[in-house]
């Protein structure tokens, strides 16, 4: 897809890749993509024994690929959406909820790794009735509720707090 090969490995994705643009984009849904620039490819089949650059990208990541220097930019899609399970349905309706169960709910739902200081936070709880705000939503609010912030670092969350008394 102009000078980007995504190597399909069971899943459902979206990849905006117009002759015209200078980036190419790969979003992943469900499953996972091996991307890499088309001149890796090429380096493959000249070059005996030759170990391919590439990324590989989960659900709620994507990629953008600047095709002119071949750089990559991994990160979070724009709105990271619940990975389907079909054994259960998140639930989201937190009552004086250990911190640390939260985050592992959300992880658990949306593939995405929040990373936090586990001590700091152990005296966190949360009592919050979340259901289908986006994640970014729900971040917000729980870290609103115990004095917290967080950023997105790629592909991660990054919380940090000064704990709870």
Known sequence: ANDLVTWVLGTSFTIK????????????????????PMSELKKSEAIANYQVQSL???????????????KFNKALVEQPAILTQPVETPNFNFENTPI???FAQLKKAYGVD???DADTMKHCSVTAPLGNES?????????KSIGARYEIVETKMVVSSRGCP
């Open 17 to 36: 890749a117009y002759s015209k643009d200078q980036k190419v984009v790969v979003a992943v849904k469900t499953g996972k993509v091996m991307v890499f």
């Open 56 to 70: 590989y990208l989960s659900p709620n990541q994507q990629v953008t690929f600047e095709r002119q220097n071949e």
């Open 100 to 102: 640390a169960e939260v």
């Open 114 to 116: 929040i990373i936090y």
């Open 135 to 143: 994640l970014y939503v729900k971040l917000d609010i729980l870290c």
